[in-house]
């Protein structure tokens, strides 16, 4: 198997005449050298009423390398943003990178926001004291409805 992550537009058109020739995704994959979870994965992401169509499942791939062509950096400015409106606008990671992208603002995501709260609080930072959990995580009960009274 190939180790090239992406699918390319002969691969779209090959996947197509053998889906129409009735093959099975092991056999497709073998064919075009991919893995089955690939070929899978292109269908279930491309498939719609009509069936497979790789013109428009290229087309769909085009347009998501453009949309995050360009990687969004963790810039110093953005680490500023995130400190001034967590302590000072006392906003979650989530209103943060909602209010950025609503002003399409570059901006990581909220997830990355947690992450850089984490590492400061490692290193004995305190902006974690500004969020509504400070970083708190709930327990959940193991084995379904039992229910824990902590005391």
Same mark, same amino acid.
């Given at each position: 198997?190939?180790?090239?992550?992406?699918?390319? /537009?002969?691969?779209? $058109?090959?996947? +197509?005449?053998?889906?129409?020739?009735?093959?099975?995704?092991?056999?497709?994959?073998?064919?075009?050298?991919?893995?089955?979870?690939?070929?899978? /994965?292109?269908?279930?992401?491309?498939?719609?009423? %009509?069936?497979?169509?790789?013109?428009?499942?290229?087309? $769909?791939?085009?347009?998501?390398?453009?949309?995050?062509?360009?990687? /969004?950096?963790?810039?110093?400015?953005?680490?500023?943003?995130?400190? %001034?409106?967590?302590?000072?606008?006392?906003?979650?990671?989530?209103?943060?990178?909602?209010?950025?992208?609503? +002003?399409?603002?570059?901006?990581?995501?909220?997830?990355?926001? $947690?992450?850089?709260?984490?590492?400061?609080?490692?290193?004995?930072?305190?902006?974690?004291?500004?969020?509504?959990? %400070?970083?708190?995580? /709930?327990?959940?009960?193991?084995?379904?409805?039992?229910?824990?009274?902590?005391?």
């Amino acid at each position: 198997m190939k180790n090239k992550k992406h699918l390319t /537009r002969e691969q779209r $058109y090959q996947i +197509e005449a053998l889906l129409a020739a009735k093959k099975s995704l092991k056999e497709i994959a073998s064919i075009i050298g991919k893995d089955p979870s690939v070929v899978s /994965r292109e269908l279930n992401r491309n498939n719609h009423k %009509r069936g497979y169509s790789a013109r428009m499942a290229q087309m $769909y791939a085009d347009e998501r390398k453009e949309r995050f062509r360009e990687k /969004r950096r963790f810039t110093e400015s953005i680490k500023r943003k995130i400190i %001034r409106e967590l302590t000072e606008e006392q906003w979650s990671p989530q209103q943060i990178v909602g209010k950025a992208r609503k +002003e399409g603002q570059p901006m990581v995501s909220h997830e990355r926001i $947690y992450e850089f709260i984490r590492e400061d609080k490692a290193c004995g930072g305190v902006l974690y004291k500004n969020l509504r959990h %400070r970083l708190k995580h /709930r327990k959940r009960a193991v084995g379904g409805n039992k229910v824990i009274i902590l005391g």
